[in-house]
Antibody, heavy 123, light 107 residues
């Protein structure tokens, strides 16, 4: 059974860089059938997709965050990572990693999800 | 970017059916997926694509779509179905979009 687990800095100062890692267990991150996503949820609010990365290293980011997001993948450790630069209080959220699967270009979904990591941006 | 709109809240009597809707232009082209999020927990996929359910999801959850509207129906709502529900789809720019979320209360 595939499991994902986020880890990283829980408190980040404004203007600094948020860093999170998602460890994948129970399956390989090098699957050709899946990509790996980050999704966030500010306290009391809805979900926002941040972007995804393939095992090849190719990435696609939400245009609204693109200028500040970097994703990377470490095949040897079976994990992938997120960096978000120049953070503000608006970046305070629970950050989830998830596997993206799909049947074709018209449908893709997130399953499973990690348990989430709360990142607070505060001086 | 595309938007997906959901009713903020809906209530249902125990054992009765409830339908949650999701509206957006992207749904004319792309299938919707549905996620259940209970308080303090990560979202869980309950319906994806053309009305498919992951292993372990009860068959009282079903999905449908017409035009720019996708729906999630729970036939015979149970107390454990009380949660927030989010729809999601792709858009024409290959982005992922999430709906605004619906809180389901089981009375």
């Amino acid at each position: 059974q595939l499991q994902l687990q986020e880890s990283g800095s829980g408190l980040v100062k404004p203007s600094e860089t948020l860093s999170l890692t998602c460890a994948v267990s129970g399956g390989s991150i090098t699957s050709d059938d899946h990509s790996w996503s980050w999704i966030r949820q500010p306290p009391g609010k809805g979900l926002e997709w941040i972007g995804y990365i393939f095992h090849s290293g190719s990435t696609y980011y939400n245009p609204s965050l693109k200028s500040r997001v970097t994703m990377s993948i470490d095949r040897s450790k079976n994990q992938f990572s997120l960096e978000l630069s120049s953070v503000t209080a608006a970046d305070t959220a629970v950050y989830y990693c998830a596997r993206e699967g799909g049947e074709n270009s018209y449908v893709s979904w997130f399953d499973p999800w990690g348990q989430g990591a709360l990142v607070t941006v505060s001086p | 970017s595309s938007e997906l709109t959901q009713d903020p809240a809906v209530s249902v009597a125990l054992g009765q059916p409830v339908r949650i809707t999701c509206q957006g232009d992207s749904l004319r082209t792309y299938y919707a997926n549905w996620y259940q999020q209970k308080a303090g927990q990560a979202p869980v996929l309950v319906v994806y694509g053309k009305n498919k359910r992951p292993s372990g999801i009860p068959d009282r959850f079903s999905g449908s779509s017409s035009g720019n509207t996708a729906s999630l129906t729970i036939t015979g709502a149970q107390a454990e179905d009380e949660a927030d529900y989010y729809c999601n789809s792709r858009d024409s720019s290959a982005n992922h979009v999430f709906g605004t979320g619906t809180t389901v209360t089981v009375l």
